[in-house]
């Protein structure tokens, strides 16, 4: 079972009788571009953060409302879920209404899989064998040995053991290429390549400073996406709205619950050449462009991830334009990656 995230009453529910804040005066957003308002009780806001307490009791709001036309009116919705009830509902496509930290329905597209037949394997689970969504070879010109399409789930699983391996022999590459694939790829003397222990070391730790510990998200609840990725792009996005919009008023039980669900997300995804860059690079440009976000710790959380599959999507089109773009993502991207490779 995974872990139970964000599922526990907002801390005015801890402190405070449910019945008693219930009774306190509402306190009006105005909300969005079409500036729709929106009414929250005052007790459930000021138990969240003393920045929210002093917006809704008249320190920096004298007139009883506030205005957030930056906030779309789904993100508003959810962050009134999450002030009543500890939880928000995930930003998902029509087929997938899952709560944002649920522990059996997971924020991903259940994928079927067949397994083998236990009683007589013909070929072990591994890294290079059909295992679905598995980082596996492909016979392409340069001979790569660990390329897309996989997800940090599966390349975590097939690094700590839980997957045969099959070994490769490495093709021509570029003298530049074989030194970096040095850095980012445990080879042993022969030259045979295999999962990297430093990849498998850094991703672990990404997850688990974001609330997933080793071992905690199945390998077998991955997300695949088809031909239409914007609508999984909206999902990562909106977390990220969320986290945004926390930070602003250091909401921390909601600043953990949106990180760690967009953590979960991202380590789900199965990541394949064509979508990469069109999904992952709609993430970074929000985030990046976003002034609220600037010095926001979402942006070192994007490239940690980034920092993970490097080698793997350094050669996608569009990737060297997203660098170029984005000056202060290739900054910290390369402060992550030192971090990894040292």
Not at 101 to 110: D, L, N, V, W
Not at 154 to 170: D, E
Not at 303 to 327: I, M, N, R
Request: with cysteine; net charge negative.
């Amino acid at each position: 079972m995974e872990p139970s995230l964000g599922m526990e009453p907002s801390l005015g529910m801890k402190h405070r009788g449910f019945q008693e804040l219930l009774c306190t005066e509402p306190f009006k957003f105005i909300v969005g571009y079409n500036r729709k308002e929106y009414y929250i009780h005052r007790g459930f806001l000021s138990c969240l953060s003393a920045l929210l307490n002093d917006l809704v009791n008249g320190t920096t709001s004298t007139d009883g409302f506030v205005t957030w036309d930056d906030v779309d009116e789904d993100v508003f919705s959810r962050f009134a879920e999450f002030v009543y009830t500890g939880y928000y509902t995930n930003f998902t496509p029509a087929s997938r209404d899952d709560p944002a930290g649920h522990p059996e329905k997971a924020t991903t597209i259940r994928v079927n899989v067949e397994l083998p037949d236990n009683s007589s394997p013909k070929e072990p689970l591994g890294l290079f064998s059909s295992f679905p969504a598995t980082p596996k070879p492909l016979q392409n010109a340069d001979n790569d040995g660990f390329i897309l399409p996989y997800s940090l789930v599966s390349y975590q699983a097939a690094a700590t053991g839980r997957s045969s391996l099959h070994s490769i022999k490495p093709g021509s590459r570029s003298s530049s290429k074989r030194k970096f694939d040095a850095i980012a790829c445990d080879c042993d003397s022969g030259g045979e390549s295999r999962p990297s222990k430093k990849k498998r070391d850094f991703i672990q730790a990404f997850l688990a400073r974001n609330g997933h510990p080793a071992g905690s998200i199945s390998i077998f609840r991955q997300t695949r996406l088809g031909n239409e990725t914007k609508p999984f792009e909206d999902v990562l996005v909106g977390h990220a709205k969320m986290y945004i919009l926390a930070n602003r008023y250091e909401i921390a039980s909601l600043m953990d619950l949106s990180r760690t669900t967009l953590v979960g997300e991202l380590a789900r995804w199965v990541m394949s050449v064509s979508v990469f860059v069109p999904v992952f690079g709609g993430l970074v440009h929000y985030v990046y462009d976003d002034l609220v976000a600037g010095g926001c710790h979402i942006r070192q959380i994007i490239a940690q991830f980034a920092a993970c599959v490097v080698e793997d999507v350094s050669g996608l089109e569009g990737w060297s334009s997203l660098l170029k773009e984005l000056p202060d993502f290739a900054a910290d991207l390369i402060n992550e990656m030192t971090k990894r490779f040292s």
